[in-house]
């Protein structure tokens, strides 16, 4: 199973709160639980040095953006 990060980064998008690594069984599993996991204003997902997804917290700006 791939192994996965999640950064947790403030307004500007540079400075990271918090990191969780996680094993999970695809990308889709990962996207959800970073739709669970955000503390600041977004969360990336990685897979080793390919990002999976970016999550925006904000209500009134939801996003996906996949770089897949």
């Known amino acids: 199973m791939p192994q996965y990060r999640f ?3 403030e307004k500007d998008g540079q400075a990271v709160i918090a990191r969780i690594d996680l094993t999970l069984d695809d990308d889709a599993t990962a996207i959800a639980c ?3 996991l955000i503390v600041g ?3 990336q997902v990685w897979q080793g040095s390919r990002l999976v997804g970016s999550l925006c917290s904000l209500a009134d700006a939801p996003y996906i953006a996949s770089a897949a």
């Open 41 to 43: 204003e977004e969360v």
């Open 7 to 9: 950064y947790n980064l």
């Open 34 to 36: 970073a739709e669970q």
